[in-house]
C-alpha cells in the first residue's frame, strides 16, 4: 500500500483531495500546523500529525515512512514576507524528504504567464518548485490556473462581489485573461499523478478549456443566482488598493488578496 502524506492538509485543496486518495486505496497522513483543525475532519483512517514547515525538526515523524509527499503549502496569509517563507520552507521540506528516503514529491504550484511579466505571487510559486528540485527526490509540479469551486478564494471573492456590489468599480485585474481550471478537475489530476510513475520529474500546466476574464465570471455566477450586476472598469485603481477594497466587500482578507490580484493585475 502506497502510504501518501499531504502536507496543507488544512487548506482548501488538501481537506478535498484527502477523501479523494482515500476512495483509490492509498494510506493518507495529513499534514498541518494546527492538528486540532484536521481532528474536526471526518476522515477515517487517516494518520494526523502536527508539523512547521519552518522547524525540520517537526517534519520527521510525517516524513517518516512516506512515499509520495504531497506540497500543497503557501504563505500568502503572511503578507509581504510570504516569498522568504516559501522558500525556507520549500529547502527545509527538500532536505528533510529526502533524509527520510521519500520516493517523490508532487507540488501543486501556480500556472506561469508566457508572455506577460509574472506576478510576484507566481514567481514564488515558480521559486518553491525550484528549491523542492534541489535534493534528490523528484518531483512533479502541477502548476494550475485559478481553480474555481466552492471554498476557493476566487470563488469566494466572485460570490461576495455578487451578493454585496449591484454596481461594480472594477480594477484593472478584473479584465485580464485566464484559464480556471474546476476544482474537480484538479483533484482528479492529483490523483491520478500519484498513481502513476510516469509523471515522475514532470512539470504539467493544469487549466480548463475555456479563457476567461474576472469579470466573466461574475457575471456567469451573478446569472445563475439570478442577480443583475454592472461593472464599470477604473483602470487606475491599483492592486494594493485593490486588495483593500476587496477585503472590505468580501471574506478574502487583504494580505491574502494583494497576491491573487497582483496575479492578475497585468
Not at 31 to 51: M, P, Q, T, Y
Not at 222 to 246: D, F, N, T
Request: charged residues 20%; contains cysteine; neutral net charge.
Amino acid at each position: 500500500m502506497v502510504v501518501v502524506t499531504v502536507f496543507g492538509a488544512s487548506g482548501y485543496i488538501g481537506s478535498n483531495l484527502i477523501p479523494e486518495l482515500l476512495k483509490v486505496g492509498h494510506k493518507v497522513r495529513a499534514v498541518a500546523r494546527n492538528k486540532e483543525i484536521l481532528s474536526g475532519r471526518s476522515w477515517l483512517g487517516v494518520d494526523l500529525f502536527e508539523a512547521d514547515l519552518l522547524d525540520s525538526a517537526t517534519l520527521s515523524a510525517p516524513l517518516q515512512g512516506t512515499d509520495i509527499a504531497v506540497y500543497l503549502v503557501h504563505s500568502m496569509a503572511a503578507g509581504s514576507k510570504f516569498q522568504n517563507l516559501d522558500r525556507t520552507a520549500a529547502l527545509n521540506f527538500s532536505r528533510e524528504a529526502e533524509k527520510h528516503g521519500v520516493s517523490r514529491i508532487i507540488y501543486l504550484g501556480g500556472i506561469q504567464p508566457p508572455d506577460e511579466k509574472a506576478s510576484t505571487h507566481l514567481l514564488s510559486r515558480a521559486e518553491t518548485g525550484d528549491c523542492l528540485r534541489m535534493g534528490s527526490v523528484p518531483v512533479t509540479e502541477l502548476r494550475a490556473g485559478m481553480v474555481v469551486g466552492a471554498g476557493s478564494a476566487a470563488f469566494e471573492v466572485i460570490r461576495d462581489i455578487v451578493y454585496h456590489l449591484p454596481v461594480m468599480i472594477t480594477p484593472r485585474w478584473v479584465s485580464s485573461r485566464s484559464q480556471p481550471i474546476a476544482l474537480d478537475d484538479l483533484l482528479w489530476y492529483l490523483v491520478q499523478v500519484a498513481g502513476s510513475n510516469e509523471t515522475i520529474g514532470n512539470v504539467y500546466a493544469l487549466v480548463g478549456p475555456e479563457v476567461l476574464r474576472y469579470k466573466d465570471l461574475i457575471q456567469y455566477f451573478a446569472e445563475e443566482v439570478g442577480l443583475k450586476r454592472y461593472l464599470i472598469p477604473v483602470p487606475i485603481i491599483s492592486p494594493r488598493l485593490s486588495s483593500y477594497w476587496l477585503d472590505l466587500v468580501t471574506a478574502v482578507p487583504a494580505n491574502v488578496a494583494r497576491p491573487l490580484v497582483d496575479g492578475r493585475a497585468t
